[in-house]
């Protein structure tokens, strides 16, 4: 099969791994605005140059697909120019700074019929790909909620990083971690009509959020209740998914997180202790490879994305209806 020329712009640790986790596609270039960081990823993809200059990378014939995993306000821009230029790509999550910067590139893709997949990369984890599974197959029975929690720590100067700074981020941890529990919420309930929550900064010095409270409704009644934050000082994740009949419960994404985790919990008809079902995950994460083959297959088959554009403006309409009803305004 044909080999996929690629790009990688964005040369940090998601870039990184994304360079690791292309089979299929052919790493003709790496982009950063820092040239020794390229040339550093680029010495460990044969084949690959390294260049700063990421307009003239969108541009080159040999590349038909760009991964853009940049800071968050060159995502849009960058990913609008390639898709202008013809090229797919697959933008890093949460794919612009906020929803009205998503649209510079729905308009470009529309344009040349360029294909867009965002990198809500959770949806691809073992536990999670096995927990939809069993979701899809009805064993859970009608959906009433779910109840979700991630959270890490930060690190000593935390506070000075480009994630502090409204203007790189787009906000603070409601857009960092929060934004993966409201399309994961999303995947499994369907979309949000009511948003409640709150966006505070309890620890850190900053100018953004560090913790966030979600309670979200769907038309047919059913509740998310989400909390992300910064002040998670033993790092977590958590995710629960409530049916009439059953219920799934989502635990650690590997390393710090702790292992990955999945418990199946089957009401009996007389009630009392569930049926309980558990799969575990020790194994080196594969979803970053998983969802690069998506994007192959997408690109193959010449089919619409998911999650796609429509996904990312979902969750920037939560979050930026949340920073509103907070008073917080991190887009002027």
């Known amino acids: 099969m044909e080999m996929i020329g690629a790009a990688i712009v964005g040369c940090g640790l998601i870039g990184e791994k994304r360079a690791k986790s292309t089979k299929g596609f052919e790493i003709k270039v790496c982009c950063d605005v820092d040239e020794a960081r390229a040339r550093r990823l680029a010495a460990q993809v044969p084949g690959a140059e390294a260049t700063t200059d990421w307009r003239a990378t969108v541009q080159r014939p040999d590349v038909k697909a760009v991964f853009v ?43 040349t019929g360029a294909l867009v997949r965002i990198g809500f990369n959770h949806r691809y984890h073992r536990a999670l790909r096995k927990a939809h599974e069993i979701f899809e197959s009805g064993a859970l029975g ?55 929550g709150f966006a505070e900064t309890f620890f850190w010095n900053m100018p953004v959020e560090d913790n966030a409270f979600l309670l979200l409704r769907t038309a047919g009644g059913q509740v998310a209740s989400l909390h992300a934050t910064w002040t998670e000082w033993k790092n977590l994740f958590s995710f629960e998914i409530y049916g009439r009949d059953a219920k799934l419960e989502i635990s ?32 080196a994460d594969d979803s970053w490879q998983e969802e690069a083959a998506d994007f192959l297959q997408d690109i193959q088959l010449h089919r619409q994305p998911s999650p796609g554009l429509a996904d990312a403006e979902a969750a920037w309409n939560i979050v930026e209806s949340i920073y509103r009803e907070c008073r917080r305004d991190y887009h002027q």
């Not at 990083?161 to 995947?187: C, F, K, T, Y």
């Not at 985790?261 to 009630?271: E, G, H, I, V």
């Open 252 to 283: 650690g994404l590997g390393g710090s997180y702790g292992v990955e985790r999945l418990a199946l919990y089957k009401m009996l008809p007389q009630m009392g202790p569930p049926e309980t079902t558990i799969w575990e995950f020790p194994m």
């Open 142 to 196: 009608p959906m009433m909620c779910i109840r979700g929690r991630y959270g890490h720590g930060g690190r000593p100067g935390y506070d000075r990083e480009w994630r502090a700074v409204p203007a790189q981020s787009g906000g603070g941890e409601l857009v960092d971690q929060g934004m993966h529990l409201i399309d994961l919420s999303r995947w499994f309930l369907g979309d949000f009509v009511e948003t409640k």
């Open 69 to 111: 995993a940049t800071v968050h306000d060159m995502l849009a821009p960058i990913a609008a120019g390639a898709a202008a230029a013809g090229k797919h790509v697959l933008i890093e999550k949460p794919g612009a700074r906020s929803a009205a910067d998503l649209q510079q590139v729905k308009t470009a893709a529309a344009k």
